[in-house]
């Protein structure tokens, strides 16, 4: 982390002369000082509601998602001055490079004068007791044009439908086994299997055939509409893009707010039960692919959900709050 920090601010820094607003979203340390030291308005970006304190979610550090909303909210008053105690030091030492003033608490500094949580109201709705700096928008949808490689379309007309397994930017453990494992999952539920390397580049690790297919990336809008299910790492571009392809979900949850929305499948039944990466097996994945393709009530359920939220899109409404704090440097009520 200390290395990180002082690579982020000497590069956010170098990057942002002659910005009118510096956004910071993920882990990003550096973008609200170096806007404090350019003088500019600074925002946050979340893509999830999990990482707003309140008692609707743990902090993603927590894995479990049923705890009662008081243990939430505890969680969130006792992490708060922990976290800002191991991130003081490492955020001052950089804070100190820009001629700036130590902070006390990091964590707020990072949340800004506004911080826009990007996620869908139905499949992650903001909390009701959350802190007023927060405001939702609709996910940021990126529309391009894209087309399908001729290869990826006619396996995608294989009868049944193949699945989709991908681990986006995770780097996974046991790369070698969870692919194979992953084939061998599919192949026991009779589906063929698009395997999408991702940073894990699990395609290397797999042998194409008539039922396999490797892909490094491949446009989400066009073929999560045509498998029968996304197994995924849970990452929130990735469950949003299977949600609004109306597509069953099995999550794999690896770190932080993968595991809010594994939960969030669950609860609104677009898949079944979570498991984490470190846990799987090819029988235990086959039984999750099983229940997410075999059971009219989540294939019904997931594409009635899809009809709902397919056309919305806060990209728009982002930019528009954005925009606002550049013309009067800050947020509205």
Do not use: K
């Amino acid at each position: 982390m200390t290395e990180l920090t002082a690579t982020l601010f000497a590069s956010v820094a170098r990057a942002s002369a002659g910005t009118d607003l510096i956004v910071g979203a993920g882990l990003q340390p550096a973008a609200a000082s170096v806007a404090e030291w350019r003088d500019v308005p600074y925002a946050s970006v979340a893509f999830c509601p999990c990482v707003i304190p309140g008692s609707a979610a743990p902090p993603p550090i927590v894995r479990t998602q049923t705890l009662p909303h008081w243990v939430n909210n505890l969680l969130w008053q006792l992490g708060g001055p922990v976290v800002d105690f191991g991130f003081r030091g490492t955020i001052n030492r950089g804070r100190a490079t820009l001629g700036l003033e130590p902070i006390d608490r990091p964590l707020a500094h990072l949340a800004g004068r506004r911080t826009i949580v990007a996620a869908d109201p139905d499949l992650g709705p903001l909390g009701e007791d959350a802190p007023p700096l927060a405001v939702a928008t609709d996910p940021w949808i990126l529309e391009e044009p894209a087309d399908l490689e001729p290869r990826v379309a006619a396996f995608l007309d294989l009868d049944p439908a193949p699945v989709f397994i991908g681990f986006g930017s995770m780097v996974a453990p046991r790369v070698p086994e969870l692919a194979a494992q992953a084939i061998d999952a599919a192949r026991a539920v009779g589906r063929g299997v698009i395997i999408a390397g991702g940073w894990a580049e699990l395609d290397r690790h797999v042998t194409a055939s008539s039922d396999v297919l490797t892909i490094d990336a491949l446009p989400h809008d066009l073929v999560f509409p045509r498998v029968a299910a996304v197994v995924h790492h849970g990452g929130a571009g990735t469950t949003t893009a299977a949600a609004r392809a109306g597509a069953p979900q099995v999550v794999l949850p690896h770190i932080l707010d993968q595991y809010y929305w594994a939960h969030r499948v669950e609860q609104l039944g677009l898949g079944p039960r979570g498991l984490p990466v470190d846990l799987v097996t090819a029988d235990i994945l086959a039984d999750r692919i099983d229940a997410a393709v075999s059971d009219a009530g989540v294939r019904q359920r997931a594409a009635a959900f899809g009809l709902t939220i397919a056309g919305r899109n806060g990209a728009v409404d982002g930019a528009a709050l954005l925009e606002e704090l550049v013309a009067t440097g800050a947020p509205s009520a």
